[in-house]
């Protein structure tokens, strides 16, 4: 009887799958334990509380970044809120209407603007979005609806909140409608007949199938929060920057990964800054971790439910 | 006028996709309340044929149609004709079971009605809707489960539950391709019965490659080969003596 050899193959790549396990599992521990002496000074408070007392002697410092974990969330809620219907769009035009090499060209359009450095996204955004939405969506929607908490104040500089959603929503668009145009593009043709057959308009055929990928609608939207998120370098130009509490999004505000990247550099000067800071990314490394598992799950769910 | 008692009236009808012309100068009558049966081997251009006359067929681009097909006299290719009220005389129903997936039973068989507002109110939907499913012979099976998804059903009954949702439309034309071509045999039994009873109201094109089921369920019936109609005529003329050599090897199954 020959005995079975150990197949040399296989264990070659146990290296790589151990290595991607221990790096994740040492930044979570990383992040626990650079976050531990913030705990122990602020407790539950340093995300429950807007304060950021940067003193000298240590004792003074108070931090609380609840206005960051704010500005994370609603930024990324306008961003989704505006990607949504921008990618729905483009993926009914790519799907149904566009001629074949106009979709090709659309496809890998999407695709490049998906994978550009973000920094680009920033500096574009710095010099030509902020301004513009300034002068065109930010002034006449303080002027004509000042009376909603939304847009109360005026926005003097057009950093804002709403330009890092903004932004932010132009940056995950492609990526969402990546999600939602191969959804929409799985549905089996029969599906499609049977809605045409029933004397159904193209717009509502549409929708009747939209009701049928909304599972996946759901996960590319919850996926483009996660990355809207965690964005750091664009945001960070463009939010302001400004330790704002506020449901007026035409004011200056924080993210938590903007925070990060703003204070980092100069954190270590203070006493307890750089656990705050761990503490912060440590945040938003559960949430982004919650959110991007969330997302596939309920994205897997679907793809293996659908019926072929 | 004469054609009124056909329901579908091809007249010189060609249908290409490309330079591929897979129908060929067919001229047939469809009479009216019958079941017809268009069979012929794959590939023969059945289906194609079928899907031109609910205008399903242009969803394929490459799809050209020319020549003309009658509903009850009136040419449904003729310019300015808006295909979705074509279909919403001619109910179809297809070779895989596609009830919608993420709709109940209920809504599967309401949804066509909803959207094109052919119901006042939600007693006559409802009342609709026990209708179809009653004419579908699918009633007594799911009258409990109308809220729950197609899923859970047999193959034959969600063929049924796709035979409802074109009934619930009223149409005046029913649409068969190869309906029981994925279906067990008692699902199939279950369906051609169904057929004996739909042609009292409606008239049944039905798209089959099985010979004996054309002989058991049409009255009518025409043989296409290779996009060109062989023969057609009563069901049981064709089948007794069939006028053409090629229709003879195909019943005798020597052609395939």
Excluded at chain 1, 113 to 119: D, E, F, R, V
Aim: aromatic residues 12%; hydrophobic residues 45%; glycine residues 8%.
């Amino acid at each position: 009887m020959k005995i079975r050899k150990p197949d040399l193959f296989q264990i070659i790549t146990y290296p790589a799958v151990i290595i991607v396990f221990a790096i994740f599992i040492s930044m979570l521990i990383t992040f626990l334990i650079k976050s531990l002496p913030a705990f122990d000074m602020y407790g539950f408070n340093l995300y429950a509380k807007n304060v950021w007392i940067a003193a000298e002697n240590p004792d003074n410092e108070k931090y609380g970044i609840l206005a960051a974990i704010w500005g994370s969330i609603y930024t990324s809620i306008i961003a989704v809120g505006v990607a949504l219907p921008l990618s729905i769009g483009y993926s009914i035009f790519v799907v149904d209407y566009a001629p074949k090499k106009v979709k090709n060209v659309l496809i890998i359009l999407s695709d490049v603007m998906a994978g550009l450095p973000t920094i680009i996204y920033g500096v574009w955004a710095v010099f030509f979005l902020v301004p513009a939405l300034k002068d065109n969506i930010m002034t006449p929607l303080y002027d004509t609806f000042s009376f909603i908490p939304l847009f109360s104040e005026p926005s003097i500089s057009g950093f804002s909140i709403m330009s890092a959603g903004i932004l932010l929503s132009i940056m995950v668009a492609p990526f969402a409608s990546a999600i939602i145009r191969e959804s929409y593009q799985m549905i089996p043709f029969k599906y499609k007949e049977a809605a045409f057959s029933l004397g159904l308009t193209r717009y509502e055929t549409t929708k009747l199938l939209f009701g049928y990928i909304k599972p996946a609608v759901y996960s590319g939207m919850i996926l483009a929060f996660g990355r809207a998120i965690g964005e750091t370098v664009a945001v960070s130009l463009v939010v302001g920057n400004a330790f704002n509490l506020t449901a007026n999004m035409l004011a200056p505000g924080y993210t938590i990964s903007s925070l990060i990247a703003n204070q980092f550099g100069n954190a270590f000067i203070y006493g307890h800054m750089t656990s705050v800071l761990y503490a912060s990314g440590l945040f938003l490394f559960v949430i982004g971790l919650g959110v991007n598992l969330l997302g596939i799950y309920k994205l897997r769910r679907w793809r293996k439910n659908v019926e072929i | 006028m004469k054609s009124l008692e056909y329901a579908i009236e091809t007249r010189r009808l060609n249908i290409s996709y490309g330079d591929n012309r897979v129908i060929k100068d067919v001229d047939m009558k469809i009479p009216k309340k019958t079941v017809f049966a268009l069979m012929g081997p794959s590939g023969c251009g059945k289906s194609t044929m079928l899907r031109a006359f609910n205008r399903i067929l242009e969803l394929n681009k490459d799809a050209k149609v020319s020549g003309e097909i009658r509903l009850f006299g009136e040419n449904i290719y003729a310019p300015g004709v808006d295909p979705t009220e074509v279909r919403k005389e001619t109910g179809m129903v297809f070779q895989y079971p596609n009830p919608f997936p993420h709709l109940t039973v209920f809504e599967n068989v309401a949804i066509g009605l909803k959207l094109n507002k052919l119901v006042k109110s939600r007693d006559e939907l409802e009342d609709r809707i026990h209708w179809a499913l009653e004419k579908a012979a699918l009633l007594d099976e799911v009258r409990d489960r109308l809220k729950n998804y197609p899923s859970e059903l047999s193959g034959g009954q969600k063929q049924r539950l796709v035979i409802a949702r074109a009934l619930a439309m009223k149409p005046k034309i029913l649409l068969m391709d190869e309906p029981t071509a994925n279906i067990d045999p008692i699902g199939t039994r279950k369906i051609e019965e169904l057929l004996f009873e739909l042609k009292k109201d409606y008239t049944i094109v039905l798209v089959t490659h099985s010979p004996p089921q054309a002989a058991r369920v049409s009255d009518h019936v025409g043989f296409l080969y290779l996009g060109d109609l062989i023969e057609v005529g009563k069901t049981g003329k064709i089948f007794e003596s069939p006028g053409s050599e090629l229709t003879e090897k195909y019943l005798t199954g020597e052609l395939i």
